[in-house]
């Protein structure tokens, strides 16, 4: 293929929310001599991240407040971050030197590639764990394939809370002290992410669909599928065996698959699950009651009251918003209610502008203020992302909330730009 000639390792990327058989098919991967990656269990060794994480920071605008330029001088200090000048250009003046990210990623990978071909002159691939933004950023730089690996969320959540407990480590926001609706809103809203970066996937011919349950009791026909779509000759054998009885949370492989049925999550927590994933659970084929009443869901339309610095156009299954200056503003057509009845505010959008996005809110008689609002970091990218506005934790969310107003994409911003939004959506208490 056009990579391999051309001396790049072509990444095989696994994005999927953990606890969906990602360590497993790590290992089905290394069976392969040609797919490099480090082959120590976990298989959690992010070179293509870190190298990505760092193309973005150099990127970054300046003025750090995590780099100075002391630091900068110090040899021995390790702390890292976005340049720790400024990076706004003078009026008239050159350009400035900085690469863009997709040329960073570019270099370091074509470096990286040459030093692990020279240690394994094979290899051919490259395989990699990876988070939900990782694959629009690769694809922009070089040949990829990508793994949608996806579980029954319930079984997700079971699987996470076992191992976290079982483990004594921390993770999958399953921490000490984390309520039950705490640890289910995480769940949630990160098996989403990954949804809707799949769904923005579906017509593209470098990706495939991977179901845990179908790996976990039809292997071969799931490694046949891989060898056709990867061009490798994988083979589940034992090894790959010990790595799912290694990493697993029940009595066998088997009894991993529809595990909620048999241990019951709290009820709260399926019927949150059931809620908010309705689409991700019926779309992948697992078993919904019919009675799920999906969540309160505000897709964007043109007749919603926004500000002077920007517009919106319904495109599709989302909205269009062109940015033509720093404070851009929609408000929510949400009806008043007990400020107790919501602990957050969900919004699905992807954005090429921007520094933050926050919401504000005011009761009856009340004007917008800024001490009534709550404000999250937007770095732009070509991934869907979803915020999590957790208003129900503010002081002055109380009493009846009259009306909501999101900005999106607010800060330093290239007017003309453009971001996307899919959906809003209000999560109970």
Not at 158 to 164: K, M, P
């Amino acid at each position: 293929m056009g990579d391999c000639q051309s001396g790049l390792l072509r990444p095989i990327l696994l994005a999927g929310y953990g606890r969906v058989g990602s360590t497993a098919l790590m290992a089905l991967l290394g069976t392969d001599p040609r797919v490099a990656f480090d082959r120590g269990y976990p298989f959690e060794n992010r070179y293509l991240t870190y190298v990505a994480k760092l193309s973005l920071l150099a990127r970054s605008p300046g003025g750090s407040p995590y780099l100075d330029a002391l630091q900068l001088h110090e040899h021995a200090d390790s702390r890292f971050g976005p340049v720790p000048w400024s990076t706004v250009l003078v009026p008239d003046g050159d350009p400035l030197l900085q690469p863009c990210p997709e040329e960073w990623l570019a270099g370091l990978w074509g470096m990286f590639s040459a030093a692990v071909k020279r240690r394994h002159p094979q290899a051919t691939h490259y395989a990699e764990k990876v988070p939900a933004w990782l694959p629009a950023m690769v694809r922009g730089v070089m040949p990829c394939s990508v793994l949608h690996l996806v579980r029954d969320p319930r079984d997700v959540f079971l699987s996470a809370r076992e191992f976290t407990k079982s483990r004594e480590t921390i993770g999958f926001g399953m921490e000490p002290g984390t309520s039950d609706m705490d640890q289910a809103r995480h769940t949630a809203h990160g098996l989403l992410t990954f949804f809707e970066n799949e769904l923005a996937d579906r017509d593209r011919a470098d990706r495939r669909l991977v179901r845990y349950e179908d790996w976990a009791e039809r292997p071969g026909a799931v490694v046949e599928e891989l060898n056709s779509f990867l061009e490798l000759t994988l083979s589940a054998g034992e090894d790959v065996v010990r790595h799912f009885e290694v990493h697993k949370t029940s009595v066998d492989l088997t009894a991993t698959v529809g595990r909620w049925r048999r241990e019951p999550p709290p009820p709260a927590v399926r019927g949150f699950l059931e809620r908010h994933l309705a689409g991700l659970v019926a779309d992948y084929g697992y078993e919904l009651p019919p009675d799920v009443r999906p969540p309160e869901t505000i897709v964007f339309g043109a007749a919603m009251a926004c500000s002077g610095d920007g517009r919106v156009t319904p495109s599709g299954s989302q909205a269009v918003v062109e940015v033509t200056g720093g404070d851009f503003w929609v408000e929510l057509p949400l009806a008043p209610r007990p400020a107790r009845e919501v602990a957050e505010l969900w919004v699905c959008l992807r954005g090429t502008t921007g520094d933050h996005c926050s919401v504000y809110w005011h009761g009856l008689g009340e004007p917008y203020d800024q001490a009534r609002s709550v404000h999250v970091p937007f770095r732009p990218g070509q991934h869907w992302q979803i915020l999590r506005f957790q208003v129900g934790g503010h002081d002055l969310w109380r009493g009846t909330v009259e009306r909501v107003r999101l900005d999106l994409f607010n800060g330093t911003v290239t007017p003309g730009a453009h971001g996307e939004v899919r959906w809003v959506r209000v999560v109970e208490s």
